[in-house]
């Protein structure tokens, strides 16, 4: 039946093929799973590492405190005192981050009242203390309410009159104050409470807020107007580095496993004991190549001579031993952890 055996050979080529197929296919996807599963776990650990850094780094960007003015009240009507007000930053003992630059905001909500457009230009102040209430730094401004002519007064009343009417405008004006322009933080007395006082009795005020913002300079500004660039650049360059700590792991592991190997395979002995009487140290190793010479045994020959001087050997029909003779009693001697390479076992090999 040759024909059955031929066709029964080419399927079990067939079928072995299509198992080694199979075998390779399986293991082209083992090890693409390990591939991106390496690879997610590093573009975590990137992500990661930027998030880390970011929330580390990057200060909070604004803090926003009510004002509450107090007075005095005169008997018959208005103020008798300065309106001033006590807030409180935090119970902590730090707030702000060292080494950041604040500017600091005074937001005075005025209505345009007779009582403020008469006033002129009055003082805003404040001080800023530490837990211990001490006086930290300090700041005052001068401020108006904004001008505007009569004229003016009137065609904006006419414009807005249905807004206002609503109630969804109001005869009023917002003056931001800057107090402080680039403060910083004081690592040895942070502040934590901050006094606010307006110079004048006559002034009317629906509110007053307090805004601390973040200056950012330098990398925190590129990170804070510019954020997906920032993380784009961030992660590479933790990717770039995590990758090269990773390669350089695996080189170094596998240059020593090879030069492990490599000493393994060549014998090399690396014991260094005291030399035995054959003057040879333990870390050495011989290579014989060919049929020894009697240049290579110089103790064999310094035997035979110390014996002939004493007369053990005056006659010449005693039977000298041959090279091999002495070179294998040579090697028997040795300890048996030396490592010896024979290279051919005579001349007539070669």
């Known amino acids: ?46 992500i990661f590492s930027y998030v880390t850094f970011y929330y580390a780094y990057m200060p909070s960007i604004s803090h926003v ?21 006590h807030v409180q930053l935090t119970k902590r003992q730090q707030l702000l981050m060292i080494g ?18 008469n006033l002129g230009m009055f003082m805003v102040c404040i001080q800023l203390h530490d837990k211990e209430t001490q006086l930290v730094d300090n700041s005052c401004r001068s401020t108006m309410l904004h001008y505007r002519s009569y004229l003016l007064h009137i065609l904006t009343t006419i414009v807005y009159s249905p807004l206002m009417v609503l109630g969804h405008r109001e005869e009023k004006q917002n003056i931001v104050v800057e107090m402080f322009s680039s403060f910083e933080e004081d690592q040895n007395h942070p502040v934590t409470d901050i006094y606010v006082e307006i110079q004048s009795q006559h002034v009317e005020l629906y509110s007053a807020t307090l805004y601390i913002n973040a200056h950012f300079t330098g990398i925190r500004y590129f990170m804070f107007h510019w954020p997906v660039l920032a993380a784009a650049v961030g992660i590479t360059s933790n990717l770039f580095f995590i990758v090269l ?13 090879d030069k492990h190997e490599h000493d393994f395979t060549y014998g090399t002995v690396r014991d260094d004991s005291d030399e035995q009487d054959y003057g040879v140290k333990r870390s050495d190793s011989f290579t014989f ?40 009693e040579f090697v028997s001697e040795l300890p048996r952890s030396e490592s010896f390479h024979m290279v051919g076992s005579s001349a007539e090999d070669n």
């Open 100 to 117: 950041q630059q604040y500017k600091m905001y005074l937001d005075l909500e005025m209505p345009e009242s007779p009582a403020n457009q």
């Open 289 to 328: 190549r060919g049929e020894p010479d009697e240049s290579s045994f110089e103790d064999a020959s310094i035997l035979d001579e110390s014996s002939n001087r004493n007369g053990e050997s005056d006659t010449s029909e005693i039977e000298r031993p041959s090279i091999e003779a002495v070179t294998r």
């Open 245 to 257: 700590v990773c390669l350089l792991s695996w080189w170094h592991l596998y240059y020593s496993n």
């Open 65 to 85: 405190r009510p004002v509450h003015l107090q007075f005095k009240s005169c008997e018959d009507k208005g103020m008798c005192s300065f309106p001033t007000a």
């Open 1 to 46: 039946m040759p024909s059955f055996r031929f066709f029964r050979h080419i399927i079990n080529n067939y079928r072995q093929r299509t198992a080694n197929n199979i075998q390779e296919i399986r293991e082209l996807f083992v090890k693409g799973g390990v591939v991106a599963l390496v690879a997610a776990i590093i573009l975590w650990i990137a």
